[in-house]
């Protein structure tokens, strides 16, 4: 558990914890991984055809074992990609295969780059409430935007995602989930408006029902991922 981003802002992370799904099926985990790349292709395409640009410089928080990094940088290779991650031994991995990948050894989120170094997109999957002020770091990530930048959380747990909390439970990691509970849709989208219109937090599928292609296909026809209590948060902005 270290503190930074902003001064008090705390991480919550241990090397010695797992924060993946209990699905161990390696088809299941791909399909999970194949939603998440195609909603962040999404995001980047948007932003390279919004720029007219290929070459942006494109940082994710909180890249655990770095497989959305790999296939994301894999597919543009045009593009910069720099990863952040608080366990030594996932940055250790991924620097070894080649990856600009930095460990969080600092208490302020600007010391974790370069002088005026900046960003055309930031993004991470499920990774805003494992510190202590999700509001705080979400203001933190906007300042290290270009104008015209782009940010995206995705899926992220929030104080109503109930099955997120039986999986916690399950796991017995609330010491490392518990800022969960200050995760409010409301308050994101109070913050986000306070930068710009071009925002969105809407209520998504969990990482858990990506793994089931059929089951999310019907979940997606029942427009279940609107409900909160079964899903999570996806949080976007394009920053002015």
């Known amino acids: 558990m270290r503190e930074n981003m902003e001064e008090n802002v705390i991480i919550q992370a241990s090397d010695e914890v797992s924060y993946d799904t209990y699905i161990k099926s390696k088809p299941k985990r791909q399909n999970r991984v194949y939603y998440n790349v195609k909603q962040m292709c999404g995001i980047i395409d948007d932003a390279m055809e919004r720029t007219g640009r290929t070459d942006l410089t494109i940082l994710e928080i909180g890249f655990n074992d770095g497989e959305y990094l790999r296939e994301l940088s894999d597919k543009y290779q045009d593009a910069k990609f720099i990863g952040l991650e608080i366990r030594k031994k996932p940055v250790e991995r991924m620097v070894a295969l080649g990856y600009d990948c930095r460990l969080v050894e ?130 976007y902005a394009k920053i002015d």
Request: with cysteine; proline share 2%; aromatic share 18%.
């Open 106 to 235: 600092t208490e302020r989120f600007d010391e974790f780059f370069e002088p005026g170094e900046m960003f055309d997109i930031i993004y991470g999957f499920a990774v805003l409430h494992h510190t202590s002020d999700p509001y705080t770091s979400l203001e933190s990530v906007i300042r290290k935007l270009k104008t015209g930048g782009t940010v995206a959380f995705i899926r992220e747990a929030h104080q109503y995602d109930l099955l997120s909390f039986l999986y916690y439970t399950y796991n017995g990691n609330w010491k490392y989930e518990k800022h969960t509970l200050k995760m409010s849709r409301k308050r994101f989208k109070k913050l986000l408006s306070q930068y710009t219109s071009d925002y969105y937090v809407k209520y998504d599928n969990t990482g858990l029902m990506l793994c089931f292609k059929r089951l999310n296909a019907l979940y997606c026809k029942l427009k279940i991922q609107k409900v909160p209590f079964w899903n999570g948060l996806t949080i």
